[in-house]
C-alpha cells in the first residue's frame, strides 16, 4: 500500500463520520477545506483535511470551483498571484457556469450606480467606461454561501469536534475587501472571535492567503468565523440552535452543502 493511501486511511480511521451532513454518514474521503484551487499554485493550508462521505466532497465541486476564481480575482497581493492557475480557473468556470463569469462590460449607467452607491469618485477626467470595475452575477452569491458553510461546518469540526446539524441555524455573508463597510463589520465580527489562526504549511509558508477568527459562546452553542483570502475575499458565517434563531432575520436551516443548480 503506497504511503498516500496508508495516509488517508488512518485519517479516517480517526474521522469516521463526514463532518459536513450532519455526523451520521461515514467518511469515505479526505476533502480540502477551502478548496486548494483558492491558492496560488493549489497549495493550501497544511491540517485543513476534513473527513467527508462522497457526495458532499463531489457535490460541492462546481460551487468550489466558482469559489476559487472569485478569490483569486479579488485577491490584489502581488506574492499572492498566480496567472497560469488564475487562466485555468476562468476556463473553467466559463465552460461549466457561463453565467458566473465577472461582466467586463458594465455600462456606464451601471458604473455611475455603483459608484454613486458606494460615494466613490471616478477620477478627474475619467469616462465611466475607462472606470476599472466588473460586476458579479447575483447568482455568485450563493455559491459563496455555500462555500461559507462548508467552511462553518469544517471550522465547527476542527475546533469542537462535533459535525454540524440540521438542528442548527446557520448565518453568513460576504465581501470584497476594502469596499465601504467592510472593515468596521470586521471589527465587530473580530472583535467577538477572539481566537486567530493563520493557515501555514510546514516548509511553505502560504502567507496572508488565508487567515480566520472564531469564537464560541457556550451557553448559547453559538460558533462563527471571519475569514479573509489575501487582500480580496472576506467571508463570515456562524451557527446557533435553530430554536434559538429561527425567526431572524437571514439564518436559516443548516442543510448539507451541495453547490447550487
Ligand atoms: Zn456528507
Redesign the pocket.
Known amino acids: 500500500m503506497g504511503a498516500a493511501k496508508k495516509r488517508r486511511e488512518a485519517f479516517l480511521r480517526e474521522h469516521p463520520w463526514?463532518c459536513?451532513?450532519g455526523g451520521r454518514?461515514p467518511a469515505t474521503t479526505e476533502d480540502h477545506v477551502p478548496v486548494r484551487a483558492a491558492f496560488a499554485g493549489k497549495i493550501g493550508p497544511e491540517g485543513f483535511e476534513f473527513p467527508?462521505?462522497e457526495?458532499?466532497n463531489r457535490g460541492t465541486a462546481g460551487s468550489e470551483q466558482v469559489f476559487a476564481l472569485y478569490v483569486r480575482l479579488f485577491d490584489r497581493t502581488e506574492e499572492n498571484y498566480d496567472e497560469r492557475h488564475t487562466e485555468k480557473l476562468i476556463r473553467g468556470v466559463r465552460n461549466n457556469y457561463p453565467d458566473l463569469m465577472p461582466d467586463a462590460n458594465l455600462t456606464a449607467t451601471e458604473k455611475r450606480r455603483v459608484l454613486r452607491n458606494f460615494g466613490w469618485e471616478r477620477a478627474r477626467g475619467a469616462f465611466f467606461d475607462e472606470v476599472p470595475m466588473v460586476g458579479i452575477p447575483d447568482l455568485v452569491a450563493q455559491h459563496m454561501a455555500m462555500n461559507a458553510r462548508k467552511l462553518l461546518a469544517a471550522l465547527i469540526y476542527r475546533h469542537t469536534g462535533n459535525a454540524l446539524n440540521e438542528e442548527s441555524g446557520v448565518v453568513s455573508g460576504w465581501s470584497q475587501q476594502g469596499l465601504p463597510g467592510v472593515d468596521e463589520a470586521h471589527n465587530v465580527l473580530a472583535g467577538g472571535m477572539p481566537q486567530l489562526v493563520i493557515g501555514a504549511r510546514v516548509n511553505t509558508t502560504i502567507g496572508d492567503q488565508f487567515s480566520y477568527r472564531w469564537g464560541r459562546n457556550d451557553p448559547e452553542s453559538l460558533f462563527g468565523y471571519a475569514a479573509e483570502f489575501g487582500s480580496g475575499l472576506f467571508i463570515f458565517a456562524a451557527a446557533a440552535p435553530w430554536d434559538v434563531v429561527a425567526d431572524r432575520d437571514g439564518w436559516s436551516r443548516y442543510v448539507?452543502p451541495r453547490s447550487p443548480q
Open positions: 463526514c459536513f451532513c454518514v467527508a462521505c457526495a458532499c448539507a
